[in-house]
């Protein structure tokens, strides 16, 4: 790595951390119903949604309720972008004419986007229409994203309430993550995407003419509205099929840079929310070291992979697959990054990586999108991995566990096992089926310890939610749309729902005050515990398949030449 290398990582995640008790701080006076600026703007609008929709805001729900309006709000989403996709051919802002979505791929995509997966088995340019991609796709992205930070503030509450079950009105918080969080946030970077070059038309493709002479037709439409959205939502679906490699997502080092941070943005400021929401952000900022610590881990990995002499390239630095306008540095940043995230957006073939830097990308994914993850998900689930450290530590000194100061029990317990565990199970089961059966090895690009790493690679990304994948696995045949499908509804809901039901459990109990014998939750000691509970469990379960894949192709790597 070069000087201006370090220079940009410093400055990279010294602005992360600038801003994330900036926007946390934000976020906390839309969610504790303080009066704020855009409050005075838009709270007309707000009122007018809450009528429109026949809801009254101030009705609480307890954990039953609130997930029972989440699954039935996300499956209206999910049925109508399978129906938009299907009849998209008969549908206007359709310039090119471009036929119905085949139904397989549709529910495969209906599911991904509705679940904040963006998981794309197809080219977008060449398969949606214009009012399948703003309409259908870029709604979705606000919707599921809107869905996750409402469930970490349900979740929030439910922890620190004295007595009561209720966990706040579903319909209150997605309405408020939308109107206040999501679409400023967009709008700003939309139009600061565009002053670099980002296009934002529902222009059709327009004809060149090469220097060769050659006939080309280059699309067009609304890029830089998803793009604004997909990056700070952690969506990751691109408008294109080249993702933020292609020129007209991603056209300057600027707008990389930008892009890249607003990966991390909203799941780090997320958590200093959290942290002000129990009443204490000395807690959140231990949640937020934990995270940091894995995330440069598995930077270290990819970068020390990526710059390494590669044989394969006569000894020379990785550079396959690469955008040469933003080189390795950035490359392997952007795949940390989006990878840590449960964002999946890219601007470099991660089936191009070393073997190494394949094993950064799945490291992040197999931890369960909890190093910030995606927007409320990734941290809604490290606290699930927080229940189970505080319990592990409970049980060290002869103690009834608690946190933030309620006892933890038998419940929370098999709640935690269920959203920790299931996924894994899943992941790994899905994984084997794929590896055995003709279907799913008809789709490799590669034999051997990679085509497993590719194999391994989609069912970690659809079932964590984050929708990046290797790309030599050839994922549009019924076999994976199908199967991954079922992957994609596991990944959001067998942890969505788990994570409900303990600030469910939790809500109506007694906070006991603080004694000798109770573990702090915001020193050095909770987040090394923390990271090792992490590190732990999903090594447990993954680290055979990861030996078979990644390793062992990099063990491999030196003898191949």
């Given at each position: 790595?070069?000087?201006?290398?370090?220079?940009?990582?410093?400055?990279?995640?010294?602005?992360?951390?600038?801003?994330?008790?900036?926007?946390?701080?934000?976020?906390?006076?839309?969610?504790?119903?303080?009066?704020?600026?855009?409050?005075?703007?838009?709270?007309?609008?707000?009122?007018?949604?809450?009528?429109?929709?026949?809801?009254?805001?101030?009705?609480?729900?307890?954990?039953?309720?609130?997930?029972?309006?989440?699954?039935?709000?996300?499956?209206?989403?999910?049925?109508?972008?399978?129906?938009?996709?299907?009849?998209?051919?008969?549908?206007?802002?359709?310039?090119?004419?471009?036929?119905?979505?085949?139904?397989?791929?549709?529910?495969?995509?209906?599911?991904?986007?509705?679940?904040?997966?963006?998981?794309?088995?197809?080219?977008?340019?060449?398969?949606?229409?214009?009012?399948?991609?703003?309409?259908?796709?870029?709604?979705?992205?606000?919707?599921?994203?809107a869905s996750g930070l409402s469930v970490l503030v349900a979740m929030a509450r439910g922890l620190?309430s004295r007595g009561s079950d209720s966990l706040g009105n579903f319909w209150t918080d997605l309405?408020?993550?939308?109107?206040?969080?999501?679409?400023?946030?967009?709008?700003?970077?939309?139009?600061?995407?565009?002053?670099?070059?980002?296009?934002?038309?529902?222009?059709?493709?327009?004809?060149?003419?090469?220097?060769?002479?050659?006939?080309?037709?280059?699309?067009?439409?609304?890029?830089?509205?998803?793009?604004?959205?997909?990056?700070?939502?952690?969506?990751?679906?691109?408008?294109?099929?080249?993702?933020?490699?292609?020129?007209?997502?991603?056209?300057?080092?600027?707008?990389?840079?930008?892009?890249?941070?607003?990966?991390?943005?909203?799941?780090?400021?997320?958590?200093?929310?959290?942290?002000?929401?129990?009443?204490?952000?000395?807690?959140?900022?231990?949640?937020?070291?934990?995270?940091?610590?894995?995330?440069?881990?598995?930077?270290?990995?990819?970068?020390?992979?990526?710059?390494?002499?590669?044989?394969?390239?006569?000894?020379?630095?990785?550079?396959?697959?690469?955008?040469?306008?933003?080189?390795?540095?950035?490359?392997?940043?952007?795949?940390?990054?989006?990878?840590?995230?449960?964002?999946?957006?890219?601007?470099?073939?991660?089936?191009?990586?070393?073997?190494?830097?394949?094993?950064?990308?799945?490291?992040?994914?197999?931890?369960?999108?909890?190093?910030?993850?995606?927007?409320?998900?990734?941290?809604?689930?490290?606290?699930?991995?927080?229940?189970?450290?505080?319990?592990?530590?409970?049980?060290?000194?002869?103690?009834?566990?608690?946190?933030?100061?309620?006892?933890?029990?038998?419940?929370?317990?098999?709640?935690?096992?269920?959203?920790?565990?299931?996924?894994?199970?899943?992941?790994?089961?899905?994984?084997?089926?794929?590896?055995?059966?003709?279907?799913?090895?008809?789709?490799?690009?590669?034999?051997?310890?990679?085509?497993?790493?590719?194999?391994?690679?989609?069912?970690?990304?659809?079932?964590?939610?984050?929708?990046?994948?290797?790309?030599?696995?050839?994922?549009?045949?019924?076999?994976?749309?199908?199967?991954?499908?079922?992957?994609?509804?596991?990944?959001?809901?067998?942890?969505?729902?788990?994570?409900?039901?303990?600030?469910?459990?939790?809500?109506?109990?007694?906070?006991?005050?603080?004694?000798?014998?109770?573990?702090?939750?915001?020193?050095?000691?909770?987040?090394?515990?923390?990271?090792?509970?992490?590190?732990?469990?999903?090594?447990?379960?993954?680290?055979?398949?990861?030996?078979?894949?990644?390793?062992?192709?990099?063990?491999?790597?030196?003898?191949?030449?």
């Amino acid at each position: 790595m070069s000087q201006r290398d370090w220079l940009q990582l410093t400055v990279y995640f010294g602005a992360l951390i600038v801003l994330t008790p900036i926007l946390g701080g934000w976020m906390h006076r839309i969610f504790s119903n303080q009066s704020h600026v855009l409050r005075s703007l838009l709270g007309r609008v707000e009122r007018a949604i809450y009528r429109l929709g026949g809801c009254n805001p101030e009705e609480t729900m307890n954990w039953r309720q609130y997930a029972t309006a989440l699954v039935l709000f996300n499956g209206v989403g999910f049925l109508v972008l399978f129906a938009l996709q299907l009849g998209q051919h008969l549908l206007p802002f359709n310039p090119e004419h471009l036929p119905a979505v085949p139904p397989a791929l549709a529910l495969n995509t209906a599911m991904s986007f509705m679940t904040n997966t963006n998981w794309q088995a197809y080219s977008g340019e060449a398969t949606m229409s214009l009012l399948t991609q703003f309409a259908g796709l870029t709604v979705q992205n606000f919707l599921s994203a809107a869905s996750g930070l409402s469930v970490l503030v349900a979740m929030a509450r439910g922890l620190v309430s004295r007595g009561s079950d209720s966990l706040g009105n579903f319909w209150t918080d997605l309405v408020r993550s939308t109107l206040y969080v999501l679409l400023p946030l967009s709008l700003v970077f939309a139009l600061v995407l565009v002053s670099q070059g980002v296009v934002q038309t529902f222009s059709s493709s327009v004809e060149v003419t090469s220097l060769e002479g050659a006939k080309n037709s280059i699309p067009l439409g609304p890029v830089a509205s998803q793009v604004a959205i997909k990056q700070l939502g952690t969506n990751g679906g691109g408008y294109f099929g080249a993702n933020s490699a292609h020129p007209f997502e991603n056209p300057t080092p600027l707008s990389n840079f930008i892009e890249m941070l607003a990966i991390l943005l909203l799941p780090a400021a997320t958590v200093d929310l959290y942290g002000r929401m129990v009443g204490s952000r000395r807690h959140g900022w231990a949640l937020f070291s934990a995270m940091f610590v894995l995330l440069l881990a598995t930077l270290a990995i990819g970068l020390y992979g990526e710059f390494q002499p590669n044989p394969a390239v006569g000894g020379l630095a990785n550079l396959e697959g690469k955008e040469t306008r933003f080189g390795i540095f950035n490359s392997v940043l952007w795949a940390g990054t989006t990878t840590a995230a449960s964002n999946g957006s890219v601007n470099a073939m991660h089936d191009s990586l070393t073997p190494l830097g394949g094993l950064m990308c799945l490291v992040n994914l197999v931890l369960g999108e909890v190093v910030f993850g995606g927007v409320g998900a990734g941290l809604y689930g490290l606290l699930l991995y927080v229940v189970l450290t505080v319990f592990i530590a409970g049980l060290m000194v002869g103690r009834t566990p608690e946190y933030l100061g309620k006892k933890i029990g038998k419940t929370e317990i098999i709640w935690v096992m269920i959203g920790t565990l299931v996924p894994f199970a899943f992941l790994l089961l899905f994984a084997a089926i794929a590896a055995v059966h003709p279907a799913g090895l008809a789709s490799l690009g590669n034999a051997g310890p990679h085509g497993l790493s590719e194999i391994l690679y989609a069912f970690a990304s659809m079932i964590g939610n984050n929708g990046s994948a290797f790309a030599g696995l050839n994922a549009n045949t019924p076999f994976y749309n199908l199967l991954g499908t079922a992957a994609l509804a596991i990944g959001r809901f067998a942890v969505l729902i788990p994570a409900l039901a303990i600030a469910g459990s939790l809500a109506p109990r007694k906070v006991s005050p603080p004694s000798a014998g109770t573990f702090p939750t915001d020193g050095i000691l909770f987040v090394v515990l923390l990271v090792m509970v992490v590190v732990v469990v999903s090594g447990l379960t993954h680290l055979p398949a990861l030996t078979l894949g990644p390793i062992v192709e990099h063990v491999l790597l030196g003898r191949s030449f």
